[in-house]
């Protein structure tokens, strides 16, 4: 399990915009599995929406991208956080199941599909209790 810390080394991503607090899983370069913590505090539910808070899409698909750059970073050690910087590329096949709400704990599952130099593609699916919320197929580079 890798800790907030350790996610924090791996990508510069920062209170409010930080969507992963935990690594389940991890296999190098391959597979990484997430957790992230859906509170009502989170910055974004003031106005989305009023009296009916739902996560933004677009956010657990960020939260997918971030996750991979914990994988990708983390997979080359130390040396890679300070060397490595992972620009998410595109979205293909993005699709929501339902909605994400305060005290949800999103479970983000994702694997490589194909590598080509230093462009990545792959697989993300996210889980709220065992069930499909999102999925999409994302490229990032490096």
Known sequence: MVSIKEIMQCIPHRYPFLLVDRVL??????????????????PFFIGHFPGEPIMPGVLI??????SWGVLIIGSGGADAAQNLNVRFLGIDNCRFRRPVVPGDQIRFELEALSQKRNIWKFS???Y????????????ATM
């Open 124 to 126: 993300g699916k996210a």
């Open 61 to 66: 698909v960020e939260a997918m991208a971030q």
């Open 128 to 139: 709220v209790d065992g069930a499909l919320v999102a999925e999409a197929e994302l490229m």
């Open 25 to 42: 899983e991890m296999e190098p370069m391959k597979r990484i599995v997430t957790i992230k913590n859906v509170t009502i505090n989170e």
